[in-house]
């Protein structure tokens, strides 16, 4: 069982694998964006704006899996001591990060003609900002902090720490007022979407996710070759 | 000590400092923001009136928005169904601004009934649909009031 944690499992994935992944991820992404952008009806309040949405939402639940991906993955890091964790944890990071950004910047697109501003300070808009920090100083603290195991512990520790933020962020437009407006897609209710707006959204949000995967694993792939360049072999056999 | 430690050192720092800043900055704006509006009720019993620039959210008043053409000044009334709030606005009202719809006006507040509003923010609710699906809900008259919040 525990030969599915070594770290360099990952060499067996062929190239037949990621030819196929990246196949799978552009012809989702074109047949989203032309859903999207041509065939999905205009909004009946916000006419084409609405369009952002198949990015944003995408993006913004994106940035919110890969961190609660990473939280749990470093508490498998600090608590079981499975080294393949940290390189998950560490390959995700500068992809979540990306994907909080773009889902900031496209929601200050949105807001400007909707709401009439870029930016305002309410509960959902503040706490995501907060989350981009996390993912800038999870990065960082790999960068500053030379010792692997040092890193390794503190790194863990802040993605840990950054779990708190996200049921914030998810439940801050019940708990309290704010500009943004609650959740379209529930769990529990039929979505206050229309069919026609959600199946765009949803094939975009799957193309999207096998574009995390795909990353992903070139990520992890080039973790692991920059641990054997650095002759941490110790780390490696672990 | 050695300078790679020395650079290290200085490297915690700085990040130190920056989180701190961050960290009281991102608090204060919680604490001012938490309540990022009120409602005409929550005003009215609130013991005193607040002071400054502050929020104010709801519904636009059915037939309440009325405009001085010449000043391009603006009232119409706030309700959250329970209260009422009169606002006076002079500028450009933002494209979403309608009648039966979600505002949030930051103004000052001159009594509890009447706020002097320096910014419009329009609200949009969470229902999206095409313009030929909302023009047959309501002539079906399966309407939902919630989307008119």
């Keep these: ?238 | 000590m050695s300078p790679s430690r020395k650079k290290r050192i200085s490297y915690f720092l700085v990040s130190a400092v920056v989180v701190l800043i961050l960290g009281k900055f991102i608090f204060n704006s919680l604490q001012k923001n938490t309540i990022y509006f009120f409602s005409p009720t929550d005003l009215l019993l609130n013991s005193e009136t607040p002071r400054g620039l502050i929020r104010v959210g709801g519904l636009v008043k059915r037939d309440s928005i009325q405009e001085k053409k010449s000043e391009a000044i603006y009232t119409f009334v706030v309700t959250d169904l329970k209260n009422d709030i009169y606002v006076e606005y002079k500028g450009i009202l933002p494209n979403l601004f309608q009648e039966e719809k979600g505002v949030v006006v930051e103004g000052v507040l001159k009594d509890k009934k009447f706020l002097l509003g320096k910014t419009i923010l329009a609200k949009h609710d969470e229902n999206y649909m095409p313009p030929e699906v909302a023009e047959a809900l309501k002539k079906s008259g399966k309407w939902n009031k919630k989307y008119d919040q």
């Design chain 1, 1 to 238: 069982m525990f030969g599915l944690f070594q770290l360099k499992k990952i060499f067996q994935l062929n190239d037949n694998f990621f030819y196929w992944l990246k196949i799978t991820f552009l012809s989702l992404i074109i047949f989203g964006l032309i859903l999207s952008l041509v065939v999905s009806p205009k909004d009946y309040l916000q006419g084409d704006t609405v369009r952002i949405m198949y990015v944003h939402v995408p993006a913004s639940w994106l940035a919110l899996m890969i961190f609660a991906a990473m939280g749990i993955s470093s508490i498998v890091t600090l608590v079981f001591k499975i080294r393949v964790f940290t390189i998950y944890t560490k390959s995700l990071a500068p992809i979540g990060f990306t994907f909080s950004l773009i889902s900031i910047f496209t929601g200050s697109l949105w807001g400007q003609p909707t709401w009439g501003t870029f930016w305002t300070w309410d509960a959902r808009l503040t706490s995501m900002l907060v989350l981009v920090f996390f993912y800038i100083f999870y990065i960082l603290s790999w960068k500053f902090i030379k010792n692997f195991f040092v890193a390794e512990k503190y790194s863990s520790i802040l993605a840990i720490i950054g779990l708190a933020n996200l049921p914030i962020i998810k439940f801050s437009v019940e708990w309290w007022n704010t500009l943004h407006q609650p959740a379209s897609i529930k769990l529990t209710e039929s979505p206050a979407i229309h069919s026609s707006m959600l199946m765009p959204l949803l094939v975009m949000f799957l193309g999207f996710s096998i574009f995390v995967l795909f990353i992903f694993f070139i990520r992890y792939k080039i973790e692991i070759l920059k641990l054997q360049e650095s002759k941490l072999n110790k780390v490696l056999k672990k």
